[in-house]
């Protein structure tokens, strides 16, 4: 009897059926722990996922993008970008920052998209792979925009303004995009980490970004812990804090709309900075903005001409039309210092 006689034979259709699945399954690399642990999609969540790049220039790291679509949006007004940090942990939290409720009832307000990237690094690998937008990240966000546009029907994903946040190396990463793009960026916030805009010898690796007069209308808040240098000199994160200062001391010597945030209570974790991260992100100024640049992405945002401003390190507030040049040393150990009008 022929062994074969009843036996399914694999046809040319079949063998691009199993094909597909592999593909779906992952792609042409093997997706490693923990980023092979992801919860399922389903409208109105997306996803699409790309392999680590192989021609010079490319993204050296696969990775995963993961949006969200508020119900009821015939047409979407901008994307909240939700960037992770550094370190297999913090990379994999990328692939549910999309499901966030928080984050999400402030993308609906606005009619906005909410995007998680994860970057898949390996353990212990080089963050600024992925944290310099120069190194082929923002070239695959730019595409995961287009791709995800066509997928999820709203093609105006591709050109809409963002409002950034970002841990870390994706403070780095979203101080870098606003660097690169401060006509797309309609706000930012910087938790934890700050891009370089002069070559620091103690970090040879991370190449310094340059500052265009674009960029310093750009509304951003530069937030990190008190034990990551302002209070506490913890070993491992004391640099968070020079690094702010010399941040914040080159936008604001040329005027730019740039604040600091000291969490009291917090080291280089998130803590609870989510509080005023996602109300800053909601304020009117912001409104102002998602509305300013509807249909008109490289509009500016509009500028502030009102206000009190003050150094983080002080007390007393100037009127806005004071330029802030001098960082005093003693420090403001309040969150809100007395005599601080209400900001216009």
Not at 22 to 41: I, K, M, S
Not at 322 to 333: E, M, Q
Request: with cysteine; hydrophobic share 35%; net charge positive.
């Amino acid at each position: 009897m022929d062994e074969m006689r009843g036996a399914i034979r694999p046809t040319g259709s079949m063998w691009c059926f199993f094909a597909w699945l592999w593909v779906c399954a992952g792609g042409g690399q093997a997706q490693e722990a923990p980023y092979d642990r992801r919860p399922p999609v389903v409208p109105p969540v997306y996803r699409v996922r790309y392999d680590a790049a192989t021609e010079p220039g490319g993204l050296v790291f696969p990775v995963t993008y993961t949006v969200w679509i508020p119900a009821g949006s015939p047409r979407l007004r901008g994307v909240i970008v939700h960037q992770h940090g550094c370190g297999t942990g913090s990379c994999s939290s990328g692939l549910t920052g999309a499901h966030d409720l928080h984050w999400q009832a402030l993308a609906a307000k606005h009619d906005c998209a909410l995007l998680a990237p994860a970057y898949e690094q390996p353990d212990k690998a080089d963050c600024q792979a992925w944290c310099d937008p120069r190194s082929g990240s923002a070239s695959a966000f730019m595409r995961a925009l287009t791709e995800l546009g066509t997928l999820t029907g709203h093609v105006e994903l591709a050109t809409v303004p963002w409002a950034l946040w970002g841990h870390s190396g994706g403070g780095h990463w979203v101080g870098g995009m606003t660097l690169m793009h401060p006509e797309r960026v309609v706000a930012a916030w910087l938790r934890s980490g700050v891009p370089l805009l002069e070559d620091d010898p103690a970090r040879p690796g991370i190449k310094p970004h340059q500052l265009p007069d674009a960029t310093l209308a750009v509304p951003l808040v530069c937030n990190l812990g008190t034990k990551e240098g302002v209070t506490d000199g913890d070993e491992r994160f004391k640099g968070v804090w020079p690094a702010n200062q010399a941040f914040f001391r080159a936008l604001r010597a040329r005027g730019g709309l740039v604040g600091v945030a000291i969490d009291p209570l917090s080291s280089h974790d998130c803590g609870n900075q989510r509080y005023l991260a996602i109300p800053w992100l909601d304020t009117p100024a912001s409104r102002r903005a998602f509305r300013h640049r509807r249909g008109n992405p490289s509009a500016p945002c509009p500028r502030r001409t009102r206000g009190w401003r003050r150094s983080p390190a002080e007390r007393r507030c100037r009127p806005r039309a004071s330029r802030v040049t001098r960082w005093p040393s003693a420090g403001c150990r309040t969150p809100t210092a007395p005599g601080c009008g209400r900001s216009m």
